[in-house]
Structures are given as structure tokens and as C-alpha cells.
């Protein structure tokens, strides 16, 4: 453990009582994304709640997930600010982003898209389990972040708008958003339904440069977005509650802009010029429909969840006329882009049984089944570079929780039954042209946990726990990459499955003085998965023996009775084999692994003001290949952010200003994987202003 690890830890376990009482029930809210919906106190891994309050604060600074969410978890990466997340990842690891439990990640064709499937002002709060873990089956190997949306109570409706601007206030670097949520209770059933419109700008870094944009990843900046959300809540009896929910969303980046490349030498970020890069902008298009059906007492006591679950994703990317598009049948220079299509469907069914046999245990068992279907096309020539991926999965599974005086044990087992179909396919031009024979991989595990969490009072708790995640590496870019002839999937060893053991110690406090949890956590991969780019910047999957651990820290002192000082720390390092004698002996890049970063804030709400100030800065980084040369650095850097909220009756006003104090600098992936074309700035001072009206 580094020594400000252990500081922190020595200071939240002795110095907590300084402050005037007052109390938060974090421990006592149900986190939904367990499986038997399971009190934060019963689960023995870090758990991060995100709630409606703290989502208000964060989106009056910034409407992007993955900046709220490097705020207040630990060991999440520093976000990308553009429409792909690619390089964000969980403790090292890529997390399973899922709606109401239903997944919204694509691991078999991963485009990095899954962060920006629904709008901020949808959601209620957000869950998030850290650690590989199998609650949901595949591709939560650092994690899960669950998105619980809002659901109606009574009758309302709300509108509200926003504008945001750069330091410039030009019209070329100004957005707004406008939307409305609406509740109605009709009897025994209950609907809402939001609608918001999002009209984003130009985006420059504090030296007054517009941003350089990625028109192949695709941008936030420069875009626009619409989403409608319904939710209907039908309740039978006492017993029975049947909920269906659609969410329709769409961001579309406008194109209008084409970059132009930095240079790394001399410091200099790209930026971006009006032109046209031609094709279609880039953009995300998603439907995810859910019903969910649950029963109190469907027969001998057990309490019966249901899910029926469909998403519909269409991902494009921006075009170009690269090498690996390039046919000599297409003539030369040939344009095209690519576009990945994954519809999902699934049925999860939990039963729960409480005091079984008469004894303080908790039993939940159910069956998952789940087919994703994915592959990935070229829009303008109709080529398929990725042929459509069957992925048909049967999992049953099995928890126990058994209290034992102060101590409550947890184990279970998943059993993971996976038949991955992929037909006869013939590769791009440009890696051979090869015919590739198909086949029907199959693949057998069981996924087991362990825990215990021992409430040592009703204020302090001590958790461990050992668990295993599984998931496939980016079965696309596999399959996309064959460059040799005589390839059959049936036995191609680079298809296996990742299985991902976790093993974490934690101690937590929830109490008069505050609330808080330190945890020491390792996870690793006999055959891991790896994203390494080509020479044309491609990525591509290396499979390896993969090995990452850290210490993470959340904690919140009480300052009267409405205020909190907080830090939120990560420290982590990872590493790989790079040699092939299975020791992990050279380290993780940015891509795959997220810096140290520590974040400190302080929240109050004063009468009817309410406001947040934070500070967060990523530690400088170095990375070594296995005979300990440097292979790139990360020169950290701080920012500052500021919320306020004022109340006025039925009126809300709110101003968020994102990197206060004009912060210069060169976002994490830009700088670690550096090259010309790529080497991108971090927004500069941006301010929102906002207004909301209660009828």
C-alpha cells in the first residue's frame, strides 16, 4: 500500500468524530443491481450510491455520465468528453452499464458508445458494485453501473432549460437543453413521461482553441440529442406490481467541423475548423424497452422478480478513407464508414426466499437468459467487416446470506452456459481477404463468491470478499482481425472467456460524524484481455495474463447539520505479461488503466441555497514496458468545479461552472497515447445556467 493510501486510511479510521452531528441513511437504501434488492450494509464489496441529489449538483456542472461518474467513484478513469468512452474503464476493468437492469454495454463488438444510451435527466440514481462480479452475467469484470430511472409517485409536471457557454459567450461555443417531466396517477396505476432536447456547442480549451474533434469516435461537442422516457407502474394488490418502461434515445453530432492536427513536439492540441468531413455524422441511436413483473408471496413465502428485457443499438462512425477500407474493386481512396448494430433480448427471473427453514438465511435463486446478436457493417459499400454474432447464454444461479449474530456470510454460485455462433465470413481486402470457416464455440463455467460482512456496531462495518466476473473479449475485433489463412472459430483460442477473480477488503462507517469506506482490491486474468493499437491506430485484442490492484477510498465528514467535506480517492496499478512466461511484468497503458486521482469537495444546503465545490486532480503517471523502460508518461493536472442551487418556491435556479479556475491542459488518453492527429486539449472554463418551474 503507497503511503497516502495508508494516511487516508489512518485518518478516516481514528479522526471521523470532529464534526457536529447529524445523520445520512446511505447504508439503509436498497441497491437494486444485487439480485434480491439487498441493503448496501449486506453486500461485502464498495459500493457507491449516486443520488437524486447528488445527480442534481453534478448535472447543473456538466450532462455527461462519465464526468459525473469520475467524480464520485473511485477508480473510474478521467472521462474522454466526446461520444466514445473508449479508454474509461472500473478498477482497470470494463464495467457493465445497465438500465433497470437491463445491459446497455455491447462487449461483443465493444464501440465504447455504452455510456451515452439515455439522458441525465431521466435518471433517479445510480448504482454502482465494484469488483468483477457475475450478478448479471456477462462483461461486468470491473464492475457494475446500474441506472435506476425515475418512477412516478404522484401527480406533477416540471419544465425546465438550460443555457451553457465557454468563457468566449460566442454563439458558435453556446448550447442549451429544454425538456419536461410529467407524473399522472390514475387509480391503481401510475405513468411518467420525460422528454429532453439537448443543442450542444462548440467546445475550447482554456487558451481559447476550439477543441480538436474525433469525427470517427464521434463528439459531444458540436451535437445534439433528444430522449423520451415512459414509465407505466400497474399495481394488481399488495402483492403484484407490473412495470413497463421505454427509453428512445439519439445524438447526433453534426459534422460541421473537421480537425486539425496538434503536434505533439511542441505542446500544441489539436483543433477543429469549419468543413466537411463527408458521409454521415456519427451517432447513437438506442431502444430499450423493459417489463418487470414482481410478486410478494407467489407461493410458500418467496418473492418472485421477473425482467423481459429488448434493446435495439445503432452505432455509426465517422468515415475516412483509410487503409483498412481500401479494396482495388472500390477504385482508389475509396470512402466508407462503419456502423455497429447489437439487438439484445433477455428474461431474468429471481426467486427469494427469507428466513428459509426458519433460519436467519436469506436464499436467492433464479435462471438468466440472454442472446445478443451483433456485428458490424460498412455503411457506403455494405461490406461486412464484423459478421453478426450470436451470443445465446442459459445461467442459473444460486446466493445464500446467512446472519450469524454480527456477521452475515454470503456465497453463491452462476453457472455460465454459452453458445457463440459465427457463420462463414470472408475478411476485409486489407487484412488478406481470407475465407474464414464459422462455427458454434461453446463454453461451460461456474462463477463463485464469497463474503462476509461483519457490523462490528451499528456505526462500523468490515467486509471481504473473493468473486469472480465473466466476459468475452471484443469478439468483433477478434473475428474482423483474422490476417492468416486456415482460421477456424470452432477452436480459435483467442474467442475464450475472461474469467476475472476479485478479491477485496474493506472497512465502512455510517454514522453521527459521517459515512465513508476504504478498500484494498486486486483483480486478475490468467488469460486476460488487452487493447493495443496498430500502426493505422486500430485496435486490436492481445490476450495475456493480466493483473491489477489498488486501494480506493469515499469519505464524507458531517459539518453541522447540512454540510459534508468529502474525498474520494483511487490509487491503482496494473500490469500484464508481455513476455508470455506467465509472469505480469510490464504495465497496463492508459487505454486500459486509469491514474491515481483524488477528488475534494465540500456540499451545503443553507435555506434555500444549496452548493458544491470540488477539486480533482490525476496524479502524474508513468508507464513501463517489462524490461522497465519508459514507454509513456501522464503528466497529471487539477480541476475545480462549482454548483449552486437556489430555491424559490415552485422555481429552481442553478449556475455550474466546469474547471473554474481556466485549468490549461491535455486530456489523459491524448498525452499517454500521443500522436498528432489525436492530441487533444480538456475543455476550458464552461459555465450552465439553468431554470426549473413545479406545477
Do not use: C
Not at 345 to 362: I, R, Y
Not at 447 to 452: L, P, Q, R, S
Request: glycine share 10%.
Amino acid at each position: 500500500m503507497r503511503k497516502s493510501s495508508l494516511a487516508l486510511l489512518v485518518v478516516f479510521a481514528f479522526h471521523a468524530p470532529l464534526f457536529a452531528e447529524t445523520q445520512d441513511d446511505t447504508e439503509h437504501l436498497v441497491v437494486t443491481a444485487s439480485r434480491g434488492d439487498k441493503p448496501v450494509s449486506s453486500i461485502p464489496n464498495m459500493v457507491t450510491i449516486i443520488s437524486a441529489e447528488d445527480l442534481k449538483r453534478q448535472s447543473r456542472v456538466n450532462d455527461d455520465l462519465s464526468s459525473i461518474l469520475a467524480q464520485l467513484v473511485p477508480g473510474f478513469s478521467p472521462p474522454s468528453q466526446q461520444l466514445s468512452s473508449r479508454g474509461e474503464s472500473l478498477r482497470g476493468r470494463q464495467p457493465l452499464y445497465m438500465i433497470d437492469g437491463v445491459p446497455q454495454s455491447n462487449p461483443l463488438r465493444d464501440g465504447s458508445r455504452d455510456a451515452h444510451t439515455i439522458d441525465i435527466s431521466m435518471i433517479e440514481r445510480i448504482e454502482v458494485i465494484q469488483g468483477a462480479n457475475a450478478l448479471h452475467g456477462l462483461g461486468a469484470s470491473g464492475g457494475i453501473i446500474n441506472i435506476v430511472t425515475k418512477t412516478p409517485s404522484e401527480d406533477g409536471l416540471s419544465l425546465h432549460g438550460g443555457l451553457d457557454s465557454s468563457d468566449s459567450f460566442n454563439g458558435k461555443g453556446m448550447g442549451y437543453n429544454a425538456g419536461l417531466t410529467g407524473a399522472k396517477v390514475l387509480g391503481n396505476t401510475r405513468l411518467l413521461m420525460g422528454l429532453e432536447y439537448r443543442d450542444r456547442g462548440l467546445f475550447y480549451d482554456a487558451d481559447g482553441r476550439t477543441l480538436g474533434t474525433n469525427p470517427t469516435q464521434g463528439d459531444l461537442m458540436d451535437s445534439h440529442s433528444a430522449d423520451l422516457f415512459t414509465k407505466v407502474v400497474h399495481q394488481f394488490d399488495a402483492n403484484q406490481q407490473l412495470t413497463f418502461s421505454l427509453n428512445a434515445f439519439e445524438l447526433k453530432n453534426r459534422g460541421d467541423f473537421v480537425a486539425v492536427p496538434g503536434d505533439v513536439a511542441s505542446n500544441t492540441p489539436s483543433s477543429s475548423v469549419r468543413g466537411d468531413n463527408g458521409g454521415k455524422p456519427a451517432h447513437n441511436k438506442v431502444a430499450t424497452y423493459s417489463l418487470d413483473y414482481r410478486h410478494g408471496d407467489i407461493f410458500w413465502g418467496q418473492q418472485l422478480h421477473a425482467q423481459l428485457f429488448y434493446q435495439d443499438f445503432e452505432g455509426l462512425f465517422g468515415g475516412g478513407s483509410y487503409a483498412t477500407y481500401q479494396d482495388p474493386a472500390l477504385g482508389p481512396d475509396y470512402y466508407d464508414q462503419s456502423r455497429i448494430n447489437s439487438q439484445k433480448t433477455g428474461l431474468k427471473l429471481t426467486m427469494v426466499k427469507d428466513a428459509l427453514l426458519e433460519l436467519p438465511v436469506k436464499l436467492v435463486y433464479g435462471l438468466d437468459l440472454y442472446r445478443d446478436k451483433t456485428d458490424q457493417d460498412l455503411a457506403h459499400s455494405g461490406r461486412t467487416w464484423v459478421p453478426q454474432n450470436r451470443y445465446d447464454n442459459l445461467a442459473p444461479y444460486l446466493q445464500l446470506d446467512w446472519q450469524l449474530g454480527p456477521v452475515l456470510l454470503t456465497g453463491g454460485l452462476r453457472h455460465e452456459k454459452v453458445d457463440l455462433h459465427i457463420p462463414d465470413y470472408q475478411t476485409l481486402y486489407s487484412y488478406g481477404a481470407y475465407q474464414v470457416k464459422g462455427g458454434t464455440p461453446s463454453f461451460s463455467e461456474t462463477m463463485k463468491n464469497v463474503g462476509a460482512s461483519w457490523q462490528i456496531d451499528p456505526q462500523w462495518r468490515l467486509f471481504a470478499s473473493y468473486s469472480q466476473g465473466f466476459s468475452m473479449p471484443d469478439v468483433g475485433r477478434v473475428t474482423r482481425g483474422v490476417s492468416e489463412p486456415g482460421v477456424s472459430i470452432a477452436n480459435y483460442l483467442v474467442l475464450k472467456p475472461i474469467i476475472t477473480d476479485n478479491r477485496e477488503l474493506g472497512l465502512a462507517y455510517q454514522g453521527d460524524w459521517g459515512h465513508g469506506q476504504v478498500s484494498l482490491w486486486k483483480n486478475d486474468s490468467d488469460l486476460g484481455s488487452r487493447l493495443v493499437a496498430g500502426s493505422d491506430g486500430v485496435l486490436e485484442v492481445k490476450r495475456e495474463a493480466t493483473e491489477v490492484h489498488g486501494f480506493s477510498a469515499d469519505l464524507g465528514l458531517y459539518v453541522g447539520e447540512q454540510s459534508t467535506l468529502g474525498v474520494v480517492y483511487s490509487q491503482l496499478d496494473g500490469r500484464y505479461d508481455s513476455n508470455g512466461d506467465g509472469d505480469v511484468d510490464a504495465d497496463l497503458d492508459a487505454a486500459n488503466v486509469s491514474p491515481d486521482s483524488l477528488t475534494v469537495y465540500f456540499d451545503s444546503a443553507l435555506a434555500e441555497l444549496d452548493w458544491r465545490l470540488s477539486a480533482s486532480h490525476y496524479f502524474s503517471k508513468d508507464f513501463k514496458s517489462g524490461s522497465g523502460v519508459t514507454t509513456s508518461r501522464f503528466d497529471g493536472y487539477t480541476l475545480v468545479n462549482l454548483s449552486l442551487g437556489y430555491d424559490i418556491g415552485r422555481q429552481q435556479w442553478s449556475l455550474g461552472v466546469d474547471n473554474l479556475l481556466d485549468k490549461q491542459y491535455i486530456d489523459y488518453l491524448a498525452q499517454t497515447l500521443a500522436s498528432d492527429d489525436n492530441y487533444q486539449a480538456g475543455r476550458g472554463r464552461n459555465w450552465r445556467l439553468g431554470y426549473r418551474y413545479q406545477f
